[in-house]
Antibody, heavy 118, light 108 residues
Framework: QVQLTQSGPEVREAGASVQVSCKAS????????INWVRQAPGQRLEWVAW????????EIDQRFHDRITLSKDTSTGTAYMEVKNLRSDDTAVYYC???????????WGQGTLVTVSS | DIALTQSPATLSVSPGERVTLSCRAS??????LAWYQQRPGQAPRLLIY???TRATGVPARFSGSGSETEFVLTISSLQSEDVAVYYC??????????FGQGTKVQIK
C-alpha cells in the first residue's frame, strides 16, 4: 500500500537549519509529485512548497522562498525539505503529501514536529 | 490568492444529528474543492474531492455539495468517531493548496 514515512521530531535553536525527509513506498516515486504542508500548534494547515519527482521543478510559497530548499533522491524514493534560519514561528508539524491525479491528496506522511527554541 | 473561510468555528452536536459545515471562497475555485478530517494528533484524511466525490473508504454519511464560491460538507448522522476538525481545501491553482481555518465538531 502507498505509504509516506517521515523523519522523526527535531529540536533546533533559532537561526539553525533542519532537514525533514519523506520516504515513499508502495508506488513508483516519479509518478506523483510531493507537496509540503505545515501546521503550527492550534493553527490551520498551510501549503509550503511543491516538488516534481520527475523533473527539476519546484514551487515554494513566496513567504519562505529564501529559506526553504527542496530536493529528492529518486534512487531511494525520498523527498527532502530543508528550512534554514529557523524562527520560533516555524515551530510546527510538517507534512509531506503525495499529489494525486485530481490535484489533492489521499496520502500524507505522519508528520514531523519541528520545535524552534529562541 | 484565494482565501477560504469556514463557518462555524465550532459545532456541538448530539449523536445521530445532521451536521452542516460551510466553506466560502474569496473567488471561484470551480469544482476544485476538497474536505479533510483531522483527528487530534493525526494527519489529515481526505474525505471529499471535486466538491462531491467521496474518497475511497469514506462512509456514505459524508457528502459534499456546492459550486463556484459556496461549498458544504454534510454529515447525515453524527457518530462519535466523527469528532475532529474539518478543513476545506482549494486546489485549482496548481500546485498551491489553500486551506480554510477549520471547523471543530464536538459531541454535545
Amino acid at each position: 500500500q502507498v505509504q509516506l514515512t517521515q523523519s522523526g521530531p527535531e529540536v533546533r535553536e533559532a537561526g539553525a537549519s533542519v532537514q525533514v525527509s519523506c520516504k515513499a513506498s508502495g508506488y513508483t516515486f516519479t509518478d506523483y509529485s510531493i507537496n509540503w504542508v505545515r501546521q503550527a500548534p492550534g493553527q490551520r494547515l498551510e501549503w509550503v512548497a511543491w516538488i516534481s519527482t520527475a523533473t527539476k521543478h519546484t514551487e515554494i510559497d513566496q513567504r519562505f522562498h529564501d529559506r526553504i530548499t527542496l530536493s529528492k533522491d529518486t534512487s531511494t524514493g525520498t523527498a527532502y525539505m530543508e528550512v534554514k534560519n529557523l524562527r520560533s514561528d516555524d515551530t510546527a508539524v510538517y507534512y509531506c503529501a503525495r499529489v494525486g491525479s485530481t490535484g489533492t491528496s489521499s496520502n500524507w506522511g505522519q508528520g514531523t514536529l519541528v520545535t524552534v527554541s529562541s | 490568492d484565494i482565501a477560504l473561510t469556514q463557518s462555524p468555528a465550532t459545532l456541538s452536536v448530539s449523536p445521530g444529528e445532521r451536521v452542516t459545515l460551510s466553506c466560502r471562497a474569496s473567488q471561484t475555485v470551480a469544482g476544485n474543492l476538497a474536505w479533510y478530517q483531522q483527528r487530534p494528533g493525526q494527519a489529515p484524511r481526505l474525505l471529499i474531492y471535486e466538491t462531491s466525490t467521496r474518497a475511497t473508504g469514506v462512509p456514505a454519511r459524508f457528502s459534499g455539495s456546492g459550486s463556484e464560491t459556496e461549498f458544504v460538507l454534510t454529515i447525515s448522522s453524527l457518530q462519535s468517531e466523527d469528532v475532529a476538525v474539518y478543513y476545506c481545501q482549494g486546489y485549482g491553482e496548481w500546485p498551491l493548496w489553500t486551506f480554510g481555518q477549520g471547523t471543530k465538531v464536538q459531541i454535545k
